[in-house]
């Protein structure tokens, strides 16, 4: 707990921000009492209050004052609390560096804590060591001072602007700029294990694609440090192309960066000012075009039949000739007749299915096996189509990935509307598409106002967390056989991860009687969507897939069952395992009484 205060209290969403230069000092612990008391009241002097933790047993309290760095009143209140806070230690027989080095922050402080013939003396043993002064240069002796402002992060006139109005809203964080700054070089994302972030640098082992290197660059992008137009820039754009958009960074940065939402800002910016390449309006407009290529589906479908085929379309649209395609299949139709709200009994037994693109035209029997699973479980499905369209309900989720901000949002309206009285009447939405279900829980809510958005608050649902929660209700109970032992490995999609859902998929599983459960560690799967299939991408794709997934999968024995949720994630398994993955919803169906 104590580990993960300091960067929780960074995360901190205001220009003033918890800033460390009096963080070390330590007093005699009878004294700390006294102490904390006069460091409370200079802060208070200064209009302002600062956070506390640490090692208060042995007198060392890690105290930040909250300054706001980008103007000068804040650096100036930085050096007078500082002096002050000096003279305390000084007074209680004190180290103003209780516990780790001075650097430029603290050596101004060296002389009057340890007298003028000391610092002498360190001065002779620095120049005998280091006589041309190359190392450290500027700290303990002969200091820099602390609130020179062209050492600082935020320098003299430092300011944030897009160069248009931004896509999305960024209110929470106080802007597009407060949303970057979040990063405050922690660097948690520089690990090559354990949870989810940052897949790209675990492949590349490179700074560039990190979310700490994306988000300086972004931050000296939209401050003018690195030129005009920067931030629509090529150079801006490869530094984020290797952002898999995971949301890893949402969870596991301590401060909450959310790269995958700024990619999304700076391509509807990137965009606009170059155009949308054919590969990426492909990828983007699928849910409009599904329906007419799925009639197409044998023609579309001999690309990965005909070697040739597949090497032009990798030199014509840039989908790797190493990788196969999602098959076109004949649509998952809904049975039922259109419902109505008025045919609802809202007892919390209603639903509305949402077949996302990837499962209805791609893998059908998914949202066949979920609608016998949800009816045996005595649920009602109710049918809905969007009013004065033919076209199937649709998140938006393909628009977001190149940046198309205004289709994303007319998708979001168009299934809004058509949900919205269902909902209101006590249905819930439920999904099987991990970043399709996230997408109604996170970046819609970026995309359009709280008023047309705030009646699906916790109504769309994945497909496990519905059965998790009603089971934990009392209120379901699946009429299920035993699975005789059968093993299944469990890869989790970075969405679920990200937003703590896979839980529910380990609940579920885990209640079915028989069926030995093995969640795989592993972070990003390396697909990503459409990010994979690109040629460009292959290799590191590969790269992400064979840190984690891809052994696990190998190593697991021929007889057991594979699941992972997401689309993108199966293939993945497919291409570069050779084992079939399945959707837990087909799992479920498999041992249907």
């Not at 897009?162 to 896509?167: D, E, G, N, S, T």
């Not at 819930?428 to 109604?440: A, D, K, M, Q, W």
Request: net charge neutral.
């Amino acid at each position: 707990m104590r580990e993960a205060c300091l960067n929780i209290m960074m995360s901190m969403k205001s220009e003033g921000k918890p800033v460390s230069f009096i963080e070390d000092c330590a007093v005699p612990l009878e004294h700390l009492a006294d102490y904390t008391d006069g460091v409370t009241e200079i802060f208070t002097r200064h209009g302002t209050r600062g956070t506390w933790y640490a090692h208060a047993s042995v007198g060392c309290l890690h105290v930040r004052p909250i300054l706001n760095m980008k103007d000068a009143e804040g650096v100036q209140k930085m050096r007078a609390i500082a002096e002050e806070t000096a003279d305390l230690v000084r007074k209680y027989k004190g180290s103003f560096s209780g516990e780790h080095g001075d650097g430029i922050s603290r050596s101004e402080f060296v002389e009057p804590m340890f007298g003028p013939e000391l610092t002498r003396a360190f001065e002779t043993v620095k120049d005998s060591f280091d006589p041309q002064n190359r190392l450290n240069p500027g700290k303990i002796v002969r200091p820099l001072r602390m609130d020179d402002r062209d050492l600082m992060r935020f320098k003299p006139g430092y300011k944030t602007a897009l160069p248009a109005a931004p896509a999305l809203d960024w209110s929470d964080w106080g802007g597009f700029g407060g949303a970057v700054e979040m990063c405050n070089n922690n660097g948690t994302c520089r690990k090559l294990s354990g949870g989810t972030m940052c897949p790209s640098y675990r492949a590349t082992r490179d700074e560039k694609h990190l979310t700490r290197g994306r988000a300086n660059t972004l931050r000296l992008a939209i401050s003018g440090q690195l030129g005009a137009d920067a931030f629509t820039s090529t150079e801006m754009k490869e530094s984020l192309d290797l952002c898999v958009s995971c949301k890893g960074c949402k969870r596991d940065c301590p401060t909450g960066v959310d790269m995958a939402r700024m990619k999304v800002e700076v391509l509807h910016h990137y965009h606009k000012r170059h155009g949308l390449p054919l590969r990426e309006r492909l990828v983007a407009f699928m849910p409009r075009y599904a329906p007419y290529a799925a009639r197409l589906a044998p023609l579309l479908n001999l690309r990965d039949r005909v070697p040739l085929l597949a090497r032009v379309s990798e030199k014509v649209l840039g989908f790797s000739a190493k990788r196969t395609l999602p098959v076109w299949r004949k649509p998952w139709v809904e049975k039922r007749a259109v419902a109505t709200p008025a045919g609802l009994k809202g007892d919390g037994r209603d639903l509305v299915l949402f077949g996302d693109t990837f499962n209805r035209y791609f893998e059908r029997e998914n949202l066949e096996a979920a609608e016998r699973v949800l009816i045996a479980a005595g649920y009602r499905l109710h049918r809905v189509e969007v009013t004065g369209s033919a076209r199937p309900m649709c998140c938006g989720r393909t628009f977001l990935a190149s940046g198309q901000t205004d289709a994303a949002r007319a998708e979001l309206r168009r299934t809004l509307g058509a949900l919205r009285p269902f909902v209101e009447a006590g249905a819930r939405v439920i999904g099987l598409e991990p970043s399709c279900i996230f997408t109604f829980r996170d970046e819609m809510t970026a995309l359009l106002p709280e008023t047309e958005t705030g009646f699906l608050a916790g109504k769309a649902l994945i497909f496990e967390e519905l059965l998790a929660a009603d089971m934990a209700a009392g209120t379901l109970t699946l009429p299920l056989s035993d699975a005789g032992g059968t093993v299944v490995h469990v890869h989790g999609h970075c969405h679920q991860k990200a937003f703590d859902a896979m839980g529910p998929v380990e609940t579920v599983l885990r209640g079915v009687a028989g069926l030995e459960v093995r969640m795989i560690e592993s972070s990003c799967c390396g697909m990503s969507g459409a990010f994979g299939y690109a040629a460009e991408n292959y290799d590191v794709s590969m790269k992400m897939g064979e840190a984690d997934l891809l052994p696990a999968v190998r190593a697991a024995d021929a007889d057991a069952v594979i699941v992972a949720d997401g689309t993108s994630c199966r293939h993945q398994i497919h291409d570069g395992a050779a084992r079939d993955a399945i959707h837990v919803a087909r799992l479920l169906e498999r041992y249907l009484k």
